[in-house]
């Protein structure tokens, strides 16, 4: 399941990053903005993909504590 979300939204951002590549307009600096807008895209996708797959096996598990005061005070189970 995970492997779908993680290719749908890789094509969403090569969808944007191609349609938005083609809006860019000639100048001197067009390869200086393509190069942005690629290497945004890139580090973007990375990052929320690194931040969406690190939830499906997390390094640390909560553990339940029992007898724990969310107010901090003690309490008298």
Not at 42 to 71: D, K
Request: proline share 5%; aromatic share 12%.
């Amino acid at each position: 399941m995970a492997g779908v979300a993680i290719l749908v939204t890789f094509i969403l951002f090569a969808l944007a990053g191609g349609t938005a590549f083609w809006f860019i307009p000639k100048s001197q600096d067009q390869i200086l903005y393509r190069t942005a807008l690629s290497l945004t895209l890139v580090c973007t996708w990375t990052m929320w993909a690194v931040t969406y797959l690190a939830q499906m096996n997390p390094l640390i598990v909560p553990e339940r504590s029992f007898g724990h005061n969310p107010t901090g005070g003690h309490s008298n189970l």
